[in-house]
């Protein structure tokens, strides 16, 4: 009783802007600022992802141009002096691979307190970049389309669920029926959550007649 999983590969956008060791700290805000993103990879080789610069490792330059950085923060007045992105860059890069989960994803954003992960393959090639606003993509789904995948998926499997339908209603999924074994609630309950798009899950059961 288990809906497949979306993963990153679903989401991602393939076609994603990085940049050399070399490239200069202009360069890096002007490419930022044109293709609207908060992060690039920096790549060497043929494309292997080895860092990243963002937004908070070029914020220093403009931090520190007047002040004198505290003791705390050496590492961050370290990168105020920086030029090109192989010193300007968080390294090693916080990546993903296609095959992870979108739930596993958001966990590494949230952790690591990032926007963006490169996407790479298992020898760390760039095959692209995944956003937190492509993590939300799922939420666009149609609310037919996860009812129709919620009766497939997880009220089409066990016979304890013979009973019950799903609507659904901007993202939240209402299971209605009859239901004999009560134990099968909160695993029902989660197998329907699980379903990408799913906002929130509702359980409106009645019990057989003549149940106690």
Sequence with gaps: MTASPYTVSDVMTHTAVAIGRDAPYKEIVALMDEWKVS????????????????????????????????????????KAGALRAGELMSAPAVTVHPDTTLAAAARIMATRKVKRLPVVDGIGMLEGVVSRSDLLKVFLRADAEIEEEIRRSVLGEPAAAAHLDVAVREGVATVRGVLADRSMVPLIARAVRAVEGVVDVRMDLGAPAGAP
Excluded: T
Excluded at 40 to 65: I, M, N, T, W, Y
């Design 39 to 78: 992060a690039v990879p920096v790549l060497e080789g043929e494309g292997r992802v080895v860092g990243v610069v963002s937004e908070a490792d070029l914020l220093p330059k403009e931090e520190f141009r007047l002040d004198e950085p505290r003791p705390d923060e050496a590492g961050e007045a370290a």
